[in-house]
């Protein structure tokens, strides 16, 4: 009798006769993960990593915060009752703690217009935003500036989108090239999708003016876009208040926005895979159906969300004391990360005194463009142990007391 299904024959030789995967091109690598791999194999002592976004102590370690521990030791203390599936939109009171943190003193305005859930990182919000999306803007074109973090663009074109680029950095100037961004922006056609960075933009460090805000906003209003926000660095640019300057201008306009929200450096808990998206709507009864698509999108990809972060960061933000102690941690990593950046200007400017290194200064947050060129960085690499991203994007935070002078050097040595 004929078997319906072609069976894998074992041939003489030891191969299987029926091929599945033979189409399956090997993986090129990511620009940050895999450049992280490279340097945790390289064996030279005094290799200075300013590459994936981690934020390191002046030890050169990424800490457990001392408000998290403590709530990681209450939470071992005190364990939930029973270990059921979260709903799947999350923890309930951490939504209502998320969504106070992110919209801060504009919370009144969009509170009972937005719907939250709780994600897999701000890596998971982003993904669950532009599913949902995409269900409901099938037409729909998604602009990211350029640059962007590289993930932006597999995130969205994964979800199906058409990913396209608006002028942000001008790499003449090493300035922000705000006229290239609002002629870009002002092409663009009704329910467009906008990825903006609310503060500390990955890779440049250049952030807009609260006036450049208002203009950027009044454009979004004037041509009906849909602007996405994605913060992961709330608070290593100014202040966990300045930094949600956009979203606060953005919800007193009444408009409709998503945020996507990472808790993965301000809380370090990057492996706990925590965050938030948040879709603020034009009403409260809109807001309630976008919460049930929500979670259909959430079934749909994982069911539901893991409990451990979430709980943690829950109990951090919801008792007074902890997170006092949490703000002062985040205060005091942000001036470190400020403190880094000055030192590196400063060492730059001792080594090379014919150059200016004001764009360095007037970036913020955990990132610098450099201007630095691949293969200048190819040879920061292979010279001098210094990694960083290809596109000349250091992690400031990679920077210590014990390696700042040498890194100075090498990046005077090849500019
Ligand atoms: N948004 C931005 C802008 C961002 O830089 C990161 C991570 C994420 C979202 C993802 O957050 P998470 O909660 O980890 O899912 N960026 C750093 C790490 C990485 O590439 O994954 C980085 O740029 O180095």
């Given at each position: 009798m004929l078997c319906p299904y072609p069976s894998a024959t074992a041939q003489a030789d030891g191969k299987q006769g029926l091929m599945m995967f033979e189409s399956v091109n090997a993986y090129a690598g990511d620009p940050i993960l895999s450049l992280m791999d490279t340097y945790m194999q390289d064996t030279r002592d005094d290799k200075v990593n300013l590459t994936i976004g981690f934020y390191y102590d002046e030890n050169g370690i990424v800490p457990d915060m001392a408000a998290v521990k403590q709530a990681k030791a209450r939470l071992f203390a005190e364990p939930p009752a029973s270990p059921t599936y979260l709903p799947m939109d999350g923890l309930p009171e951490y939504r209502t703690r998320v969504q106070t943190l992110a919209f801060g003193d504009a919370l009144a305005d969009v509170q009972a217009r937005t719907a939250t859930v709780q994600s897999l990182g701000g890596s998971g919000a982003l993904k669950v935003g532009a599913d949902f999306i995409k269900r409901y803007f099938p037409q729909s074109q998604v602009w990211v500036?350029?640059?962007t973090w590289e993930n932006h663009h597999a995130i969205f074109k994964g979800a199906g989108f058409a990913v396209n680029t608006y002028r942000y950095y001008s790499a003449e100037t090493k300035e922000l090239d705000f006229a290239g961004m609002l002629e870009d922006l002002n092409q663009l056609p009704a329910r467009s999708v906008?990825?903006?960075h609310p503060c500390c933009h990955n890779p440049t460090g250049i952030d807009l003016t609260a006036q450049q805000w208002q203009q950027v906003i009044g454009v979004i209003a004037e041509r009906e876009l849909l602007p996405f926000f994605d913060m992961a660095y709330q608070g290593f640019g100014q202040g966990l208040q300045t930094d949600t300057l956009a979203i606060a201008l953005m919800a007193?306009?009444?408009l409709p926005f998503l945020l996507s929200h990472s808790f993965s450096k301000i809380f370090s808990l990057y492996s706990e895979r925590v965050g938030a998206l948040s879709?603020?709507?034009?009403?409260?009864?809109?807001?309630?159906?976008?919460?049930?698509q929500l979670k259909f999108?959430?079934?749909s990809n994982y069911s539901t969300p893991p409990a451990h972060g979430a709980r943690l960061v829950n109990l951090v933000l919801s008792?007074?004391?902890l997170t006092q102690?949490?703000?002062?941690?985040?205060?005091d990593m942000r001036n470190r990360m400020q403190a880094m950046r000055s030192g590196l200007v400063k060492q730059l400017s001792e080594h090379r005194p014919d150059r200016d290194f004001g764009y360095l200064q007037r970036q913020q947050g955990m990132f610098s463009y450099s201007g630095l060129t691949p293969q200048q960085v190819a040879r920061l690499k292979d010279e001098f142990g210094v990694y960083m991203?290809?596109?000349?994007r250091v992690c400031i935070a990679g920077l210590n007391n014990t390696n700042l002078e040498r890194t100075a050097i090498a990046i005077a040595a090849v500019l």
């Open positions: 500036s350029n640059p906008v990825l903006l007193k306009t009444g879709v603020v709507c034009e009403n409260p009864a809109i807001a309630h159906n976008v919460q049930g999108t959430v079934r008792d007074a004391g102690q949490w703000q002062q941690e985040l205060t991203i290809s596109s000349g």
